[in-house]
């Protein structure tokens, strides 16, 4: 595949300044592209769109395929006569500079009920939406209902017949509470048709979303639920084997994602069909595709389903070249970026460079002790995506100023410059690299410390919050991004075409 030199931003919406609560993609996320387009950047980077679970995580979401309900714009939906501005106007007191998701959540599942009560004239629409999302959209909805039913708890915790999917039990859920399993799937409408009027405006404005997705999906989810059959799980529901990454450097015990592990050779066997699916829905909201753990379709963790930490797992074969080979002969030329970090079987790099598909290199990975590093800008070969950070990292700032000194030294010899401005010197080194892409987190634009990272890996509370204050993203910053842009030639192009 060819992609053209040019730069963007990773800002989840969320992170968006402007609406109350949260960042969201009405009128406010507008306004973000008219700037990015100023900036002289061609990409916008998101985290997972799904509906979020444990932990308030885009990579720990209840669907693979619906959209998040807290994203819906209050905004959009009073200028559809769905609410009254009142009820945006009567908002609770939200700080502006994080998301507060419990109070939000509540907040706006109240609105979108509101709205559901107006649906009005919009009947038709509606129900157009739920026969083309069939395949998904009843299963998540009934989901979503039995989960507030029993008190948001794990689909594993609750009556073994709904458990376990007992047709009876089925057709009396769905009849018993129809009215509130169409509030969810009113929910993705209203998802679904404020994302597409947002990237039209991107494509309008030569900009394409990077999209993201996680290779494993969440053990409670509907996707698990519904297709059982797919999953490696016990007759109770839960992980016979879980997903994670063994012991290294970095943790004596690894990281124990908990997810369950796929049974690939039923996947394999039904044409990867549910695979094919879920890229067919991502590809509706984005024009390109981060696979997040791309090695696990390679060889991935073994973990068994009891275990409290990764240490005793084991290496298993994945489908490989026959996935992606499978899955291009339906959909064509897959737009993906392999999130190919950390040590890796010599097979996953193989696998990357016969598919084509770009690999990541980080900035802040190059310079611990080996001053070889293949993370190191010059150094980054085109078919790749350079990145400040990831959501992952700490801010460039933050990272900075927790190095040593003999590490700091290191950062600012190679960059020839003091650290009075250490995030834009190093965003001048990873856009100069020959890498196709280049993107930094918003936070570095707006030279953020530690305070303002993302997440923090392997913990589960105060993640995922951040959000840019009002008028953060000031004329200064824009105007020096497009300098940046300009100065390092990678400037806006033609993008490929993307699916509808």
Request: some cysteine; aromatic content about 12%; overall charge negative.
């Amino acid at each position: 595949m060819h992609f053209t030199r040019s730069s963007g931003v990773l800002a989840h919406p969320t992170s968006l300044p402007g609406p109350p609560g949260i960042g969201d993609i009405g009128p406010s996320a507008h306004v973000w592209l008219d700037q990015l387009a100023r900036m002289g950047c061609a990409l916008w980077q998101v985290l997972p769109l799904g509906p979020t679970g444990y932990a308030d995580s885009p990579y720990q979401s209840f669907s693979s395929f619906a959209g998040n309900p807290n994203l819906i714009s209050p905004e959009s939906l009073v200028a559809e006569g769905l609410l009254d501005e009142v009820e945006i106007r009567n908002a609770p007191a939200f700080p502006d500079d994080r998301v507060d998701y419990g109070t939000v959540i509540a907040w706006k599942r109240d609105l979108v009920n509101h709205a559901f009560d107006n649906i009005g004239g919009l009947q038709d629409d509606f129900e157009r939406f739920r026969h083309a999302n069939r395949h998904w959209i009843a299963d998540y909805g009934l989901f979503m209902t039995l989960k507030d039913l029993y008190g948001g708890h794990s689909w594993t915790l609750w009556p073994p017949l709904l458990r376990d999917r007992d047709p009876a039990q089925m057709e009396k859920a769905s009849s018993a509470y129809a009215t509130e399993i169409r509030r969810h799937e009113f929910a993705q409408f209203l998802f679904s048709r404020q994302w597409n009027v947002l990237r039209r405006r991107a494509r309008s404005l030569g900009i394409g979303i990077i999209g993201d997705i996680p290779i494993f999906a969440a053990g409670d989810s509907a996707d698990v639920w519904a297709n059982r059959q797919l999953f490696q799980l016990t007759e109770a529901g839960e992980p016979a084997f879980q997903a994670g990454v063994p012991p290294d450097y970095f943790s004596e015990t690894g990281q124990l994602w908990g997810n369950p592990l796929y049974r690939w050779d039923e996947h394999q066997r039904t044409g990867f069909a549910w695979w094919i699916e879920r890229f067919r829905a991502v590809f509706r909201l984005v024009d390109i595709l981060r696979i997040d753990h791309f090695r696990g379709f390679v060889n991935y963790w073994e973990v068994p389903g009891e275990a409290l930490d990764a240490v005793k797992g084991r290496w298993v074969d994945g489908p490989g070249e026959v996935f992606f080979k499978t899955v291009q002969q339906e959909l064509g030329t897959l737009p993906i970026i392999a999130e190919d970090l950390g040590e890796l079987d010599p097979r996953v790099p193989a696998l990357r460079d016969l598919l084509g598909f770009p690999g990541m290199k980080v900035f802040q990975f190059g310079f611990d002790t080996d001053r070889t590093s293949e993370f190191l800008p010059h150094k980054y070969p085109r078919n790749s995506v350079a990145y400040t950070g990831t959501h992952d990292n700490d801010t460039t700032r933050g990272w900075f100023e927790s190095l040593d000194d003999a590490r700091r030294s290191f950062v600012l010899e190679y960059l020839g410059t003091d650290d009075s401005e250490i995030a834009w010197d190093i965003m001048w080194a990873v856009w100069k690299s020959r890498s196709v892409f280049a993107l930094a987190p918003l936070q570095d634009l707006l030279d953020l410390p530690t305070e303002a990272r993302m997440n923090r890996p392997g913990t589960t509370s105060g993640n995922w919050q951040w959000r840019a204050t009002p008028g953060a993203i000031t004329t200064e910053v824009q105007q020096r991004m497009q300098a940046l842009n300009r100065a390092t030639r990678r400037k806006p192009g033609k993008r490929r075409r993307s699916r509808e």
